[in-house]
């Protein structure tokens, strides 16, 4: 779903490009609500994550492949306006250092991969969850519909795009059923992926998912005849332990299918690549600006062995991206506390 430079003419990529700008600006002011002291690092983590689990190509049909997006998880994990951002720091991270996605086509990219995706997919996710029982198992479910919904969602976006200002003469129809209909694949296997993660998050650190905030209702006490909350309980020491052991464990995981198990992903174009290819509409296509950059091609330059070069580039991939990610959900959080910190009373007051 990465879209190269030439796919989409000037103005309808600058057009996206405000959008897009729009969107991170509306979610670094929506994330300082979602984000606190436990689940900054671990935004940075989901980041992380997506980069790497993006990086496994499964088959889907003839020829054809697809990956994670991701946006579904990252809204369900850790709040649809942090998961923008999520998405968005993965974006940049691939356009900038391996040449995936162009670096004009960025705000088409985060439009369709990182807003599109959060929003369909988080507003599906909390509808389901109002009606579903309030079990753990409804998370689950309500994360696997809201992911496999949420990747054709951004296969239509990309046709609506690409309607209004793709750079070759191509029937929009032939595009649509197309890209709807190979993306609809994909959706299966990214709702799979987003459902086992989140169902392996729940069982260890409910806690720490935002969409799952609120399934257990707090114990109310009788006081003067109302009934009130009880105080929310200090996270025990325990707690805190398998907090750490839940972010080092999701790094490693990270690491290990970024830099070894990638390696045994598909070959095969993914789904937009495949459609391009078919329809045509990669005519036009233009020179990456960072084709040159020692990670082009998710490989590291002058290091012959295939496996070694991949290997290398996905684990700089995971610890820059982690990086990137944590620093700037930090940044977002200390923000949080300054806003909300008390400011001093003048005298007389």
């Not at 509306?26 to 994550?49: I, K, M, N």
Request: charged share 15%; hydrophobic share 50%; net charge positive.
């Amino acid at each position: 779903m990465h879209v190269p430079d030439g796919f989409i003419n000037a103005p309808v990529s600058a057009v996206t490009g405000v959008v897009a700008a729009g969107a991170i600006a509306v979610s670094l002011r929506g994330a300082r609500r979602e984000l606190d002291e436990r689940t900054a690092p671990l935004a940075g983590l989901v980041a992380a994550f997506i980069f790497a689990v993006q990086m496994l190509n499964f088959p889907v049909a003839a020829g054809t492949s697809g990956h994670l997006l991701g946006g579904a998880l990252a809204a369900i994990l850790v709040g649809p306006f942090t998961g923008v951002l999520c998405v968005s720091v993965v974006l940049l991270m691939q356009g900038i250092l391996f040449a995936d996605g162009g670096l004009t086509a960025l705000g088409v990219n985060i439009t369709d991969m990182a807003i599109v995706t959060t929003v369909v997919s988080y507003a599906v996710f909390r509808g389901l969850v109002k009606v579903l029982p309030r079990k753990r198992r409804s998370i689950t479910v309500a994360s696997f519909v809201a992911a496999l919904l949420s990747v054709p969602a951004a296969a239509l976006a990309f046709t609506f795009l690409y309607a209004i200002g793709g750079t070759t003469p191509v029937a929009i129809s032939k595009v649509a059923t197309a890209m709807i209909g190979v993306h609809v694949l994909i959706g299966v296997g990214e709702a799979a992926i987003t459902a086992l993660t989140v169902g392996a998050v729940i069982a260890v650190r409910p806690d720490l998912v935002y969409g799952a905030r609120g399934l257990q209702q707090r114990l109310k006490l009788r006081v003067n005849g109302e009934l009130v909350d009880t105080p929310a309980p200090v996270a025990p020491v325990a707690a805190r332990s398998s907090h750490r052991k839940l972010w080092i464990t999701g790094l490693g995981a990270s690491l290990v299918l970024a830099g070894f198990v990638s390696f045994y992903a598909s070959a095969n174009p993914d789904g937009l690549e495949k459609v391009a290819k078919d329809k045509g509409i990669d005519a036009k296509v233009e020179k990456h600006a960072t084709e040159d950059s020692p990670l082009a091609g998710y490989g590291v330059k002058d290091v012959s062995d295939a496996r070694v070069s991949g290997g290398l580039a996905g684990v700089i991939g995971v610890g820059v991206t982690v990086v990137a990610g944590t620093g700037v959900f930090w940044a977002v959080r200390r923000r949080r506390t300054s806003d909300s910190s008390p400011t001093s009373v003048p005298e007389g007051v």
